[in-house]
């Protein structure tokens, strides 16, 4: 039972252009939620995280909202670097659960 | 501020052998966690501690896998004995937990890779 769940295992962009990256919960519970991007042979570096008092939180080129109702979650990066390609993760709840990472490949 | 430090980073091994990761989290962070990640796919909890309780093991597979937190500080994670599906990466996480609830990002170590031959 996926209690995260990243329906697109991967996606392009051109530079400059903007990101979306979506994320689906199922568990109700979960009432904190962040992002983190993975480069290879490295471990996971937290970008932002937004708790469930709250539907928009800004870091610079980084926006993720929420949609509570909906159990929804997505990061938006806007202008996207190529230094922005990696895998995405955006765990959620007590302990953490990870779905199955999205790629974002930022193209030149 | 030193991270959360793994090691070995590397490790192969023939089956049936035994394998230890040792994790030592960020000072003062009272959750632990590790994690499995296979290659293409998420990381998968293994076990949460806080401080040095096992508040969460249930996907710790307990027949060959053990866990132990002493001192609520370093942490280490053993295989006996490892078969050919446990090659993946081993990644250890600490954060800080107050009242049972997280204050801030889970910091990652960079993983312990390990080959089962």
């Known amino acids: 039972d996926q209690q995260v769940k990243q329906n697109s295992p991967s996606l392009s962009v051109q530079e400059g252009r903007i990101s979306i990256l979506n994320c689906d919960y199922t568990?109700?519970?979960?009432?904190?939620f962040l992002w983190y991007k993975k480069y290879p042979a490295e471990g996971p570096t937290f970008l932002i995280s937004?708790?469930?008092?709250?539907d928009k939180n800004e870091d610079g080129r980084f926006t993720v909202f929420l949609n509570k109702s909906a159990k929804h979650l997505s990061l938006h990066i806007v202008p996207s670097q190529p230094g922005d390609s990696a895998v995405y993760f955006c765990p959620g709840g007590q302990n953490f659960v990870f779905g199955p990472g999205t790629r974002l490949s930022v193209l030149p | 501020e030193a991270g959360v430090v793994q090691s070995p980073r590397y490790k192969i091994i023939e089956k049936k052998q035994p394998v230890a990761f040792w994790c030592n989290p960020i000072?003062?962070?009272?959750?632990l966690y590790w994690y499995l990640q296979n290659l293409g796919q998420g990381p998968e909890l293994l076990i949460r501690?806080?401080?040095?309780?096992?508040?969460?093991d249930s996907q710790l597979p307990k027949d060959r896998f053990s866990a132990e937190r002493l001192k609520g500080v370093d942490s280490t994670l053993k295989i006996q004995p490892a078969e050919l599906g446990d090659s993946a990466v081993y990644l250890c996480?600490?954060?800080?937990?107050?009242?049972?609830?997280?204050?801030?990002?889970?910091?990652f170590g960079e993983g312990s890779r390990l080959t089962v031959l």
């Open positions: 501690y806080e401080n040095e309780e096992a508040v969460d």
């Open positions: 568990n109700s519970m979960f009432d904190y």
């Open positions: 996480a600490s954060s800080l937990t107050t009242a049972g609830q997280y204050t801030g990002e889970l910091f």
């Open positions: 937004i708790s469930s008092i709250k």
């Open positions: 000072s003062g962070h009272n959750t």
